[in-house]
């Protein structure tokens, strides 16, 4: 297990928050991390304080101009971005059916190079989010617990499982749900939470992320809370999620 | 993947209407597009439409 896929079609239940803040994490404990932003809002390239207009960009390696690895860019956070761009539009219009594991062959010689590869994708059923799903070994669901997340992360499991691993061969990933915006003061969230677990039991991490504002401040100065405030119960659960991540790779690898 | 794109997927991505696209096509406004004689469709390279963007932000 090595790459990872933050992926959900539903919109805002913290895909890049996730996928910045675990990749910071990890990075902090000394493993080397990449992060892949597919979605043409550039929004984990802005959080981890990149250019979004610069080049090289995801944008260019997706239309053959740019290898793979001159196109990683390194950021102060210690970890490496290729980075997205307003024209991945363009991408999505112009990748057809059967396309979908063009990002999977994109990564396959960055892969040696790295002890996790994270993959933020674009909200909705597009083929940029196929194609991080395709390439994941790990799916990482993040789902909100303030609104009944339940159907978006059923919708985003029978995608995978009845369509995307039919038609490739891709029956080895795995699927984790993972909780955030989490409120443990109230009955909502663990009530949620609760009947989660009914349905999909055991791919429930344990950690949860908490609804907290220090994610809105994180990405307005463009820290990852690690750096930010490492001791705040936002960091705390990134790190135990680092932890599952590192352990879950060593028994996985 | 395609390394062009049609007038209504360029329309989308600029957010004009289509016919918009195809008067841009013909007055030449995108490098390298041609129109396929049988189906009248508008290819237009990816790269042209790339060109367009960079200088309209310029």
């Known amino acids: ?253 | 993947m395609k390394s062009y794109l049609n007038a209504s997927e360029v329309a989308k991505l600029l957010k004009v209407d289509r016919a918009t696209v195809t008067r841009w096509a013909q007055q030449g406004k995108f490098k390298g597009a041609i129109r396929i004689d049988k189906s009248h469709q508008w290819r237009i390279p990816i790269s042209s439409y790339e060109e367009l963007v960079k200088n309209d932000n310029k």
């Open chain 1, 1 to 253: 297990m090595k790459v990872i896929t933050f992926s959900i079609f539903k919109g805002g239940t913290a895909k890049t928050t996730s996928t910045v803040n675990t990749a910071a994490a990890l990075a902090k404990k000394g493993k080397k991390v990449l992060v892949v932003d597919l979605d043409q809002q550039a929004s984990a390239t802005r959080y981890l304080d990149l250019d979004p207009d610069a080049s090289p960009n995801l944008y260019e390696v997706f239309m053959g101009v740019q290898q793979a690895p001159l196109a990683i860019r390194k950021t102060k956070h210690g970890v490496d971005v290729l980075s997205s761009h307003v024209l991945m539009a363009a991408i999505e219009e112009a990748l057809e059916p059967g396309d979908e594991t063009k990002l999977s062959d994109i990564i396959m010689p960055l892969r040696a190079d790295y002890d996790f590869i994270l993959i933020d994708t674009p909200p909705g059923k597009a083929m940029l989010a196929f194609n991080g799903l395709a390439a994941a070994d790990l799916i990482l669901i993040p789902a909100s617990a303030e609104r009944m997340a339940v159907d978006g992360v059923a919708d985003l499991i029978n995608h995978v499982q009845r369509i995307m691993w039919n038609k490739f061969s891709l029956s080895h990933q795995e699927l984790r749900i993972l909780f955030t915006m989490y409120r443990s003061t109230t009955n909502h969230s663990p009530a949620i939470v609760d009947n989660a677990r009914k349905i999909w039991r055991d791919n429930i991490l344990n950690v949860k992320i908490p609804h907290s504002t220090i994610f809105a401040r994180s990405y307005d100065e463009k820290i990852p809370v690690s750096k930010l405030e490492p001791q705040h119960p936002g960091a705390i659960a990134y790190d135990v999620l680092a932890d599952w991540l590192i352990t879950y790779n060593n028994e996985n690898a």
